[in-house]
């Protein structure tokens, strides 16, 4: 199965040199469960680059980015149409942090920037409804690293997960959409890093407990088979029509 990763944000170059790119995270995430199915291709969104056609690929990926979906970047506005294409064409579409809120705006729902500032570090995403490709079961644990946040869903989308901090942390729509504000590709040096630099935007208390935070196990590769299992499922009944 072919899935486009549409690349919208990069690493900070004061730590650039230590760690990979967002698309190479996710192809360490999916490494890590064992997944040859899904063959994995960048489109770096942010530099004006997109498919020539949503049906260039089977499936899509919207990484994180330091952008906001309010942000005037001239990349933006033609992403949000090429998620209201993806989702005409109901191609299987995955949303991390960034992804997850240019895709509730993309298809109505509203993101603003929250003015508590940071929800960061480890912490459960409390389960309200499990759809057929995921387990039953009533949390996860994810990284969390946002200011932003969807305050109102898309139409036609089923809330699916909230945390202490957001309320919409996880979202799918029908087959298609899979959501999510966490970050299961995020390994817990590149998030203490990230912490650290943003030191001064995040309060050092928060910081502090943000790092504490990281001493738990988060379940990244439980998402990974999530999303293995959503494309899966998305190719399964494409075939049965």
């Known amino acids: 199965m072919k899935i486009a990763i549409l690349e919208t944000g990069r690493i900070n170059e004061q730590i650039a040199d230590r760690f990979d790119r967002y698309p190479e995270m996710f192809r360490t995430m ?3 469960i064992g997944d040859a199915d899904l063959v994995f291709t960048d489109i770096p969104v942010l530099e004006g680059v997109f498919p020539d056609s949503v049906d260039a690929y089977d499936g899509y990926l919207v990484t994180g980015s330091a952008a906001g979906v ?3 970047y001239d990349w933006i506005d033609p992403l949000k149409a090429f998620i209201r294409d993806i989702h005409a064409a109901r191609k299987p579409l995955v949303g991390v ?3 997850h809120q240019v895709i509730a705006e993309a298809l109505g729902g509203r993101c603003i920037k929250w003015p ?3 929800g960061v570090g480890t912490c459960d995403v409390t389960l309200a409804n499990t759809p057929g490709w995921m387990p039953d079961r009533e949390s996860v644990r994810l990284i969390h690293f946002h200011q932003d946040q969807v305050t109102a869903l898309p139409e036609g989308a089923t809330h699916l997960g909230s945390t202490g901090y957001c309320a919409n942390a996880m979202y799918y ?3 298609h959409v899979f ?4 970050h299961p590709e995020f390994s ?3 998030t203490a890093a990230l912490l650290n630099l943003r030191a001064a935007d995040i309060g050092d208390d928060r910081v502090t407990g943000a790092i504490a935070d990281l001493a738990q ?6 998402i990974a088979r999530w999303i293995q299992a959503f494309f899966a499922s998305h190719m399964t009944s494409k075939s049965a029509a």
């Open 30 to 32: 999916f490494a890590a």
């Open 217 to 222: 196990e988060h379940e990244g590769t439980t």
């Open 188 to 190: 817990a040096d590149y």
């Open 116 to 118: 508590d500032g940071f």
């Open 173 to 175: 729509i029908d087959d």
């Open 70 to 72: 309010y942000d005037d």
């Open 179 to 182: 959501s999510m504000q966490g």
């Open 97 to 99: 942090c960034f992804g």
